[in-house]
T-cell receptor, first 112, second 115 residues
Framework: DAGVTQSPTHLIKTRGQQVTLRCSPK?????VSWYQQALGQGPQFIFQ???????QRGNFPDRFSGHQFPNYSSELNVNALLLGDSALYLC???????????FGSGTRLTVV | GENVEQHPSTLSVQEGDSAVIKCTYSDSASNYFPWYKQELGKRPQLIID?????GEKKDQRIAVTLNKTAKHFSLHITETQPEDSAVYFC??????????????FGKGTLLTVNP
């Protein structure tokens, strides 16, 4: 049973560029949440997608956007990258009515 | 919004000793409290969770206690082993852990178990 898969695992981008990160949820899960984890900090909630719509959003600027596809996979897009966007981006999937979340291994984004 | 405070930020124990990590939360409506273990470079993994209708839950060497009146919950690890060394995060969520609700995390505790 495949868990949550994220791609790419590592990424280096230049300030001002745009980036797209991808997530495939665990089999049977239909909800995808994205978190940003800065070095030495706990994960911070970015947003959550369900039925291809953004259901909740954390305190992140509009430069952060996302999408969910009919197969429940999801993308996180960040525009106009800043140095402060350097972090580990985690995807977590869950199922309707289920308890708890399963995290992917994350994408390490470095902005230079 | 919800705010979760976690203490201590670092904890060093001898193998075989017990370790306790404490968290407080601000939103009395929070009903689900998971604990995650994150080893260096790896994904957070759920190790135990508790819902608000339960005061304590155990799973082998790991236990979690919840005091809803005081709005705090704690992770207890007994008979610690070197492989318990990792960063531990507490989190809080509204509802009862269903997928509708976001997790608010503490800042983490680096646990080191010395052989």
């Amino acid at each position: 049973d495949a868990g949550v898969t994220q791609s790419p695992t590592h990424l280096i981008k230049t300030r001002g560029q745009q980036v797209t990160l991808r997530c495939s949820p665990k089999s049977g899960h239909d909800t995808v949440s994205w978190y940003q984890q800065a070095l030495g900090q706990g994960p911070q909630f970015i947003f959550q997608y369900y039925e291809e719509e953004e259901r909740q959003r954390g305190n992140f600027p509009d430069r952060f956007s996302g999408h969910q596809f009919p197969n429940y996979s999801s993308e996180l897009n960040v525009n106009a990258l800043l140095l402060g966007d350097s972090a580990l981006y985690l995807c977590a999937s869950s199922g309707s009515g289920a308890i708890g979340y399963t995290f992917g291994s994350g994408t390490r984004l470095t902005v230079v | 919004g919800e705010n979760v405070e976690q203490h201590p930020s670092t904890l060093s124990v001898q193998e075989g000793d017990s370790a306790v990590i404490k968290c407080t939360y601000s939103d009395s409506a929070s009903n689900y409290f998971p604990w995650y273990k994150q080893e260096l470079g790896k994904r957070p993994q759920l190790i135990i969770d508790i819902r608000s209708n339960v005061g304590e839950k155990k799973d082998q060497r790991i236990a979690v206690t919840l005091n809803k009146t005081a709005k705090h919950f704690s992770l207890h690890i007994t008979e610690t082993q070197p492989e318990d060394s990792a960063v531990y995060f507490c989190a809080a969520s509204l509802g009862s852990g269903g997928s509708n609700y976001k997790l608010t995390f503490g800042k983490g505790t680096l646990l080191t178990v010395n052989p």
